[in-house]
């Protein structure tokens, strides 16, 4: 069993770099178990991987090279915030599952991306800026059930 420490900085020109690169690492390692502890003076997330051999890659989504849909400044139909608002009951779900902060599992910009694209399908959610494979592996399928079912 091998090791590896990742920080997550909660800073927002950190954030999203961090989480890529932890994503990153998830997905191509098969992880055995998972320690997160939050370093409160120094505002980060500690994340301790114990991982074992590389996955091999059959079965993955692919990652889209275009360029990505966010709907971060655009408002929200009454409908929409509906399902933002399902979505996120759903994550706070799962991230307490989990014992990961929130936005491990989603941002609000990206819930807010998913209520006003409304994908039909988990390999749809590639075109939505903040979702790559590891995401779309670990919660797609979820996400695509509240949205039939809103």
Known sequence: MKVQIFKIRLGEEFLHLDQKTLDDFLQSHEILNVETAFVNDENYWSVILYFGETKSHQHT???????????????????????????KS???DRAKEQNLPIYFVATNKELISV?????????E???IKG????????????IINILENI
Do not use: C, Q
């Not at 209520?115 to 390999?123: H, Q, R, V």
């Open 90 to 92: 759903w994550r706070s």
């Open 125 to 127: 959610l590639l075109d």
């Open 115 to 123: 209520a006003k694209y409304k994908p039909a399908k988990k390999e």
């Open 131 to 142: 979702f790559g494979k590891h995401k779309i592996e670990n919660y797609g399928m979820e």
């Open 61 to 87: 989504v692919k990652d889209s090279k275009t360029n990505k849909y966010s709907a971060e400044s655009e408002a929200l139909s009454f409908d929409e915030l509906k399902i933002l608002e399902a979505l």
